[in-house]
């Protein structure tokens, strides 16, 4: 039997699609599968990621959502860096133990001038993606409830219109490519600071409210002001504000710490940790929840 790990390519979109509708969750339909592929926020990809071709069929399948982000923060200065989200590994159960699923990971993570990331909720890769180098990215998250303190005036805005007219000219790509995506984008202003900040608003469990956050242009800015946030944004009904520990320098006073069902991983030889947000993922491609 011929088999193959390659490139994946325009014309290899639709079988990707019915793979993954098929053999890995047919919850979520081939158009939205597509939207992997058909991003508008980088158009200088010249793959889709990997796939596994045995005897002309497509039978696994790594993806890469490519992004240009600005890195870093504005007090020390920003830089651009090629970030990498891996997306939706499948390999089918006749290929699987024979080497093709590390081949295939092995072969995206190979240009080591990038940044690659994965927020996947499956334990099932951990053990081919800690064996090629990956590094934990995070493994626990901080969560906010709602408290009956007095809290100091902020401005919290949540108008795409007013927040453009009062952020930054680099910062307005991020609302322009976030504009159609499944987020929450908000301004807080404080104390004659301000902070981007993007949210995905999602229930999880037991009819919770999730208020996860996806990005923040000023990290100190955010854990500052994340009490008064919680108690700003959150509806009576159950709810959290949640954020990834690497987004928290240093955890204030009263804050619950939560492993991560699942570690997230990343590889990279350029980006710190808390330099790296949730943002131009699968998360928002396909409109999932930030486990």
């Keep these: 039997m011929s088999t193959q790990v390659r490139a994946a390519g325009e014309s290899d979109i639709e ?3 019915a793979l993954l509708h098929e053999k890995m969750n047919n919850r979520i339909p081939v158009s939205r599968w597509r939207n992997l592929m058909s991003y508008k926020w980088f158009d200088g990809q010249s793959d889709y990621g990997r796939v596994v071709e045995s005897e002309g069929r497509i039978l696994g399948f790594c993806g890469m959502v490519y992004a240009n982000r600005l890195v870093g923060n504005a007090a020390k200065g920003l830089r651009q860096e090629r970030i990498v989200s891996m997306s939706s590994w499948y390999l089918d159960k006749s290929l699987r133990g024979k080497g093709f699923g590390r081949e295939m990971l092995l072969s995206a993570i190979e240009d080591r001038s990038l940044t690659y990331a994965t927020l996947t909720n499956s334990k099932k890769p951990l053990g081919i993606v800690e064996g090629l180098g990956f ?8 969560i906010w409830r709602k408290t009956d303190s007095e809290d100091p005036a902020i401005s919290v805005i949540n108008d795409v219109e007013v927040i453009r007219a009062r952020v930054e000219p680099h910062q307005f790509q991020l609302l322009d ?11 807080l202003e404080y104390d004659g600071r301000k902070a981007l900040l993007v949210f995905s608003v999602k229930t999880k469990g037991a009819d919770v409210t999730w208020f996860d956050l996806l990005h923040a242009s000023d990290l100190d800015l955010f854990v500052e002001c994340a009490q008064v946030l919680t108690n700003c944004l959150l509806p009576d009904s ?14 204030p006073a009263g804050v619950t710490v939560e492993r991560l069902p699942v570690a997230r991983y990343f590889v990279s030889d350029r980006v710190e940790p808390w330099e790296l947000d949730n943002l131009y993922s699968e998360l ?3 409109d999932l929840k930030l486990d």
């Design 135 to 142: 590094r934990v990215l995070e493994d626990h998250r901080y």
């Design 15 to 17: 079988p990707i699609c």
């Design 177 to 187: 490519d976030m504009s159609e995506m499944p987020v929450a984008p908000m301004l």
């Design 284 to 286: 928002q491609l396909l």
């Design 238 to 251: 159950p709810s959290v504000l949640a954020a990834d520990g690497r987004f928290v320098r240093q955890a």
